[in-house]
């Protein structure tokens, strides 16, 4: 199993990314940090003639790495009950991919793949953080890709989520084939 992990957190060492090395090591898999790519928001143009205009960013580059991989981990902070800026503007333009030439393959691709979400949050996440969990169910509907599992872990301040000896115990479960 190949492994790619898409990590939302704008901040660098946060609570998201040691949850998320609990369950995927930092040296295992492909560990993308989405703050260190430049992705342009999309300019929503599916009705357009033309179709989408060519958007100068990382967007692609991501994409081709994603579809290299059979399992995609979303690792996101809860940020005002959903997901972060970085990671939802990464997913937003796959409306864009959909309608690109050199990917007609890409929900057929997609359909291929197991996908499992790392979520953190400080204000009682696992009731706040459902509403994420079901985003990521639907955007896996949407594309039939199988949406294997989850873990939410509770943190505010850094290195908090290391006192969520629930949230770790699971996170070093979620893909036991892994290690």
Known sequence: MSVIVFHGSTRE???????????IPKEVGTHI???????????????????????????????????????????TPIYWYSMSTPMKTFIDRWSQILRHPNYSHFREALSKKNVYAIIVGGDNPHIKGLPLVQQFQYICQFYQMDFSGYVIGKASKPGDILNDHRALQAASHLLPSIK
């Not at 060492?13 to 369950?23: D, K, P, Q, V």
């Open 33 to 75: 940090y989405l703050r260190e790519y430049q992705i342009e928001p999309i300019v929503d143009q599916r009705h357009d003639e033309e179709g989408f205009d060519k958007v100068e960013d990382d967007h692609q580059l991501l994409i081709d790495q994603l579809l290299q991989h059979d399992t995609i981990v979303f690792a």
């Open 13 to 23: 060492h946060g609570n998201t990314e040691l949850l998320t090395y609990r369950a």
